[in-house]
């Protein structure tokens, strides 16, 4: 074996096989740049079928002077869908664009790990191609192309963390990193801080709900309604927030590595460090303020375990009491 990624590539998966569902299309999006002005983008996102994806290929090709714009990411999208094992595309479909964008490497590495980021060096071509992937919701392989010099990305993920995506790569702040090796990377920072904070904004509303029915807090204000349900299920709701704030520090951590290594490859693209590093400065103050919520919430969501443990201890030693009487 050449390298450790190498090693560990051949030895291992602990990620499904993706296998595929048999849609006869697939999803594709393309960032691309007027010729005639530096700061006139547009994404177009479209289905192609199967039998069009060689043509696809093709016609992007930046050496096509006749077309007015030029092409700068070319996104493929692959729902995944974890119960079944499969990603919503044709059979041999993902395996060809793995092929097209010589990314066998980036792929097999990233199904080797739960949960990283780094770059391989494809034995095909010679290039770097870089993967990020947490495990088991979202796999991302990308490269830039030698001769056009579009970033070619391939992204496997759950259908709502695609729509999310999606409605990333519209917007202006994106398409503006669209030519930069980070590019998919900041797409992925800004993807984890959404979802940390919609699972955060969830445990906050079952923690003040509980903490109206415990009585087992100082807030002046509390303007919830009071957590329904027996003492067993308020336990249990309670043992669920916990969960998920364990889950919330998993995907800190992710984060944290993420931006780590984003940092240092944005100091590699000078053409684009201010705009890597207006992006990575949000998400590092975003993600700070996050991690004091959930420390925060932990205090609190132990409380109101301990608060419903004692209760159910009191309600038992009465109805002993009760009993005996």
Known sequence: MATVDDYLASRQCVW???GASGNLQVMVSEIRQSRSSDSSFQTLTHTIPNESLPGWLARTANHIKQRPDICLARIVWFPYD???GKVDAGHGVLPAFTQSFNHQLAQSR???TFAGVSSVTEPRNGNKTYWFCNHPHLAVTWSRDSESQIIN???IAQPSKITILQDLVTCRFAQELASSDTFPALLCMILL???IDNLLIDVKNQVRQAEVRTGHHRFANRFEMPAVGDLVQLSA????CMSNLAVLTRRLGVLSILK???DDLATQDKANLSSATAVLNTVQQHSTMQQLDI??????TQTQREAVSNTSVLCLSTDRISCCI
Do not use: H, N, P, Y
């Open 16 to 18: 499904d096989d993706f």
């Open 82 to 84: 974890r119960r079944q």
């Open 110 to 112: 990233l199904r080797a």
């Open 153 to 155: 990305v391939i992204f």
């Open 193 to 195: 801080c959404r979802e």
């Open 237 to 240: 709701a309670m043992s669920g």
């Open 260 to 262: 780590e290594w984003t």
């Open 295 to 300: 420390d925060f919430f932990k205090k609190r």
